[in-house]
């Protein structure tokens, strides 16, 4: 009986719920078994139905069925376990779908262990020992299971597939060899195989030496991001304080215009009182006189009258009523003359400071080069707002449309006096300084140089012309050449009537560009930039150029 027991099949005894040996094993109505925990939560489930069925052939019960012990499977499982059920390969060995089985086994099949490349044919465990013991299988190729050994057979010929032809880059039989592939280079799959490796070996070491600089990068990006981080935190603290000292000093200064306001007010009103009370005291002497006069005038015996007529003082002149002239505003107004143009000066500055903080604020390209733009929408993702600097521009020409335009007029303007303003080239600045990646486009008219210029270029002598120095990069419009430090270069076609300008301070990339209905490089400038940049435009007699607001 128990030699018997070694030859049954493990799921004869398994609960087809959980798979497993039965335990507790129960049988319902329609004679299946299964563990009695696991019909117990099946039944469970469909207490709500009020119906229940039988998990393997569903038949239905009206009733939940009464589980009762099947005594005798019970036994037959523990005999099982006490004896051969060790040697029955367990259910996870059963080749699946998915698994390669052993194709040795009859019946059910097990997962192969191994598949053999001389043999063609996959093994389990137990079919395999003889490729360990045999000397016979000592020289075959053992390898994982795999479904893909019938692609080593030749479909020509039906020969396992040694040999590879280099010429047509395939396996091959050997007959193959002499055969269709006579006369090709051909060689063992080994040697291929051998040489192939080495390639991919070299490969590796370069994917992995790529991947250890890729992480050294990465592990740079974290160290920029925390340094970005650390920076904008401590610059954030730095500009809330330096501000806090400027609104403290406002306020200091607000207060100091208060008090001096305030003692003037009051030596004002002191001066005021005094004239006042000597006013008042003239009134009341006059009134008095008056009263007199009066009592005089009301006086009907005419001895009496003349005898005191002589007696009256003199009407005397008040000394302050000629010198009074009501003006309440004339008082205040220089202080706040004073107040108005210090406010107006500080809007300029601010205006202007918070744009070149903006303007200055560097974009964050750490390690990664970024792509030089293609198309003009492309471009125009770095489009820039910028006006040009009424203290840079020549007096011999003008700036109108908000400053984004300049052209030669006869007349000298009359621009006040500033250390920035250009003497003797009919040049202009940008209000801007350029220190990331952005875009602008010039409209011309006439002749113009478009340039980019650091700004402490000289502003007087024929060294202060864009290009004639080593401070700022210059296309001449008229002339087709591209100028820097006195050296002319031809460029590739004429620029067009409006010039694209683009520049990426942190790359040292400076191009400009014919613009029409294509983008034409016209000149490109590979070098690094040390200062700020700003933008500037050479205007000739007779001519214009305007900045054009781009979208």
Same mark, same amino acid.
């Given at each position: 009986?128990?030699q018997?027991?070694?030859?049954?099949?493990?799921?004869?005894?398994?609960?087809?719920?959980c798979l497993?040996?039965?335990?507790?094993?129960?049988?319902?109505?329609?004679?299946?078994?299964?563990?009695?925990?696991?019909?117990?939560?099946?039944?469970?489930?469909?207490d709500?139905?009020?119906?229940?069925?039988?998990?393997?052939?569903?038949?239905?019960?009206?009733?939940?069925?009464?589980?009762?012990?099947?005594?005798?499977?019970?036994?037959?499982?523990?005999?099982?376990?006490?004896?051969?059920?060790?040697?029955t390969?367990?259910?996870?060995?059963?080749?699946?779908p998915?698994?390669?089985?052993?194709?040795?086994?009859?019946?059910r099949k097990?997962?192969?262990?191994?598949?053999?490349?001389?043999?063609?044919?996959?093994?389990?465990?137990?079919?395999?020992?003889?490729?360990?013991?045999?000397?016979?299988?000592?020289?075959?190729?053992?390898?994982?299971?795999?479904?893909k050994?019938?692609e080593?057979?030749?479909?020509?010929h039906?020969?396992?597939?040694?040999?590879?032809?280099?010429t047509?880059?395939?396996?091959?039989?050997?007959?193959?060899?002499?055969?269709?592939?006579?006369?090709?280079?051909t060689?063992?799959?080994?040697?291929?195989?051998?040489?192939?490796?080495?390639?991919?070996?070299?490969?590796?070491?370069?994917?992995?030496?790529?991947?250890?600089?890729?992480?050294?990068?990465?592990?740079l990006?974290?160290?920029?991001?925390?340094?970005?981080a650390?920076?904008?935190?401590?610059?954030v603290?730095?500009?809330?304080?330096?501000?806090?000292?400027?609104?403290?000093?406002?306020?200091?200064?607000s207060s100091?215009?208060?008090?001096?306001?305030?003692?003037?007010?009051?030596?004002?009103?002191?001066?005021?009182?005094?004239?006042?009370?000597?006013?008042?005291?003239?009134?009341?002497?006059?009134?008095?006189?008056?009263?007199?006069?009066?009592?005089l005038?009301d006086?009907?015996?005419h001895n009496q009258?003349?005898?005191?007529?002589?007696s009256?003082?003199?009407?005397?002149?008040?000394?302050?009523?000629?010198?009074?002239?009501?003006c309440?505003?004339?008082?205040?107004?220089?202080?706040?003359?004073?107040?108005?143009?210090?406010?107006e000066?500080?809007?300029?500055?601010?205006?202007?400071?918070?744009?070149?903080?903006?303007?200055?604020?560097?974009?964050?390209?750490?390690?990664?080069?970024?792509?030089?733009?293609?198309t003009?929408?492309?471009?125009?993702?770095y489009?820039?707002?910028?006006?040009?600097?009424?203290?840079?521009v020549?007096?011999?020409?003008l700036?109108?449309?908000?400053?984004?335009?300049?052209?030669?007029?006869?007349?000298?303007?009359?621009?006040?006096d500033?250390?920035?303003?250009?003497?003797?080239?009919f040049?202009?600045?940008?209000?801007?300084?350029?220190?990331?990646?952005?875009?602008? @486009?010039?409209?011309? #008219? *006439?002749r113009?140089?478009?340039? +980019?210029?650091?700004?402490?270029i000289? $502003? /007087? %002598?024929?060294? !202060?012309?864009?290009?004639?120095?080593?401070?700022?990069?210059?296309?001449?419009?008229?002339?087709?050449?591209?100028?820097?430090?006195?050296i @002319?270069?031809?460029? #590739? *076609?004429?620029?067009?009537?409006? +010039?694209?300008?683009?520049?990426?301070? $942190? /790359? %040292?990339?400076? !191009?400009?560009?014919?613009?029409?209905?294509?983008m034409?490089?016209?000149?490109?400038?590979?070098?690094?930039?040390?200062?700020?940049?700003?933008?500037?435009?050479?205007? *000739?007699?007779?001519?214009s150029?305007?900045?054009?607001?781009?979208?």
């Amino acid at each position: 009986m128990a030699q018997k027991g070694v030859e049954l099949d493990e799921e004869t005894i398994s609960c087809s719920i959980c798979l497993h040996l039965l335990k507790d094993p129960v049988t319902i109505p329609c004679g299946h078994s299964y563990c009695m925990n696991c019909i117990k939560r099946h039944f469970d489930g469909e207490d709500k139905k009020k119906i229940h069925s039988c998990p393997q052939c569903r038949q239905l019960f009206t009733l939940r069925p009464v589980l009762v012990k099947n005594t005798m499977l019970a036994a037959l499982v523990e005999q099982l376990k006490k004896t051969g059920l060790q040697a029955t390969p367990a259910d996870h060995c059963h080749a699946g779908p998915e698994d390669v089985a052993c194709d040795f086994c009859t019946g059910r099949k097990v997962k192969a262990f191994k598949s053999c490349l001389v043999c063609l044919a996959s093994y389990c465990e137990e079919h395999l020992k003889t490729h360990y013991t045999s000397s016979t299988f000592k020289q075959h190729k053992l390898v994982d299971p795999s479904k893909k050994l019938q692609e080593n057979i030749c479909s020509r010929h039906n020969e396992v597939m040694k040999m590879f032809c280099r010429t047509d880059q395939q396996s091959i039989c050997y007959l193959c060899s002499v055969d269709e592939h006579k006369g090709h280079d051909t060689v063992s799959a080994a040697t291929e195989r051998t040489e192939r490796q080495r390639e991919v070996e070299v490969r590796r070491q370069n994917i992995q030496q790529m991947i250890q600089d890729k992480e050294k990068d990465v592990k740079l990006l974290r160290q920029e991001l925390k340094a970005i981080a650390h920076s904008a935190d401590k610059t954030v603290k730095d500009s809330q304080e330096m501000f806090t000292q400027i609104i403290r000093l406002l306020q200091e200064r607000s207060s100091d215009v208060e008090q001096q306001v305030r003692s003037q007010q009051e030596s004002e009103e002191s001066r005021v009182k005094d004239v006042q009370k000597k006013l008042k005291q003239e009134i009341t002497e006059l009134k008095r006189e008056d009263a007199e006069l009066k009592q005089l005038s009301d006086t009907e015996d005419h001895n009496q009258f003349l005898h005191n007529y002589p007696s009256l003082s003199p009407l005397s002149q008040s000394t302050h009523s000629s010198s009074i002239n009501i003006c309440p505003l004339r008082y205040f107004e220089g202080v706040k003359a004073a107040v108005t143009e210090l406010r107006e000066k500080l809007e300029d500055i601010v205006r202007e400071k918070r744009t070149n903080i903006s303007m200055t604020v560097t974009e964050v390209d750490v390690l990664l080069p970024q792509p030089e733009p293609k198309t003009r929408d492309e471009f125009l993702k770095y489009s820039c707002e910028i006006t040009l600097d009424p203290n840079t521009v020549h007096r011999n020409r003008l700036l109108t449309e908000r400053n984004r335009k300049v052209k030669w007029v006869v007349q000298q303007q009359s621009y006040p006096d500033h250390p920035d303003r250009f003497i003797c080239c009919f040049q202009v600045l940008s209000r801007e300084s350029l220190t990331r990646r952005c875009y602008w @486009e010039v409209e011309r #008219s *006439g002749r113009v140089n478009v340039a +980019v210029t650091y700004k402490n270029i000289s $502003r /007087a %002598g024929n060294e !202060s012309r864009f290009g004639r120095n080593d401070k700022s990069w210059s296309l001449d419009c008229s002339s087709s050449t591209f100028v820097y430090s006195n050296i @002319e270069t031809p460029v #590739s *076609g004429p620029p067009s009537s409006r +010039v694209g300008v683009y520049l990426d301070h $942190r /790359a %040292g990339i400076l !191009s400009f560009y014919s613009v029409s209905e294509t983008m034409t490089l016209l000149h490109r400038v590979q070098t690094t930039f040390t200062q700020p940049l700003y933008a500037g435009i050479w205007v *000739g007699l007779f001519s214009s150029a305007e900045l054009i607001k781009v979208k």
